[in-house]
T-cell receptor, first 109, second 119 residues
Framework: DAKTTQPPSMDCAEGRAANLPCNHS???????VYWYRQIHSQGPQYIIH???NNETNEMASLIITEDRKSSTLILPHATLRDTAVYYC??????????FGQGTELSVKP | GAVVSQHPSWVICKSGTSVKIECRSL??????MFWYRQFPKQSLMLMAT?????????EQGVEKDKFLINHASLTLSTLTVTSAHPEDSSFYIC???????????????FGPGTRLLVL
């Protein structure tokens, strides 16, 4: 599975949009981009995933560049409860989830 | 939908004893379950993958005789840490993927984790 690169930490003001970047320049054509988050001392929570097209659900939006080498997770109106470590993972269908170090997002009042 | 539970949420045991952790999919049939371990300040590490009715596939470096995995039904997998030692103290997390209505079959949903402390 392709490797991803994420900034180790980011801050965001409460109520503002949080934009979390992820680079996956070696992604293959059959690999999906998955986003999970882990709030302290809990199991990871699935957020969203996509292949080529942008995706949106009740939690977030996923913007994938046309060349698929990078993506951005957008939390439109961050709240304090969104403070967590966010993991960007690429995998083939049915493949393993290999977790990197993720981005530690701190939402501040 | 897609709820995964774990029991117990935390356990303290003496060195040399065995500990069993249960992972259940509450509202879907989990054809595949995964077990992860997470040490403080580190990311999750995949330990093994199990398919219902089959033997688990362990990741390199994970001792299969020490970490016994059973996936006897479509809603339950167990991880038994045998002869636990202090270095086995960690946060153990399971995940499951399967089928239920509109749920994506390929997405893994995680349990809340079990914190193990071996004295």
């Amino acid at each position: 599975d392709a490797k991803t690169t994420q900034p180790p930490s980011m801050d965001c003001a409460e109520g503002r949009a949080a934009n979390l970047p992820c680079n996956h320049s070696t992604i293959s054509g059959n690999e999906y981009v998955y986003w999970y988050r882990q709030i302290h001392s809990q199991g990871p929570q699935y957020i969203i995933h996509g292949l080529k097209n942008n995706e949106t659900n009740e939690m977030a939006s996923l913007i994938i560049t046309e060349d698929r080498k990078s993506s951005t997770l957008i939390l439109p109106h961050a709240t304090l409860r969104d403070t967590a470590v966010y993991y960007c993972i690429v995998r083939v269908r049915g493949g393993k989830l290999i977790f990197g170090q993720g981005t530690e997002l701190s939402v501040k009042p | 939908g897609a709820v995964v539970s774990q029991h117990p949420s935390w356990v303290i045991c003496k060195s040399g004893t065995s500990v069993k952790i249960e992972c259940r999919s509450l509202d879907f049939q989990a054809t595949t379950m995964f077990w992860y371990r997470q040490f403080p300040k580190q990311s999750l590490m995949l330990m093994a993958t199990s398919n219902e009715g089959s033997k688990a596939t362990y990741e390199q470096g994970v001792e299969k005789d020490k970490f016994l995995i059973n996936h006897a039904s479509l809603t339950l997998s167990t991880l038994t840490v045998t002869s636990a030692h202090p270095e086995d103290s960690s946060f153990y997390i399971c995940s499951a993927s399967g089928t239920s209505g509109s749920m994506s079959q390929e997405t893994q949903y995680f349990g809340p984790g079990t914190r193990l402390l071996v004295l």
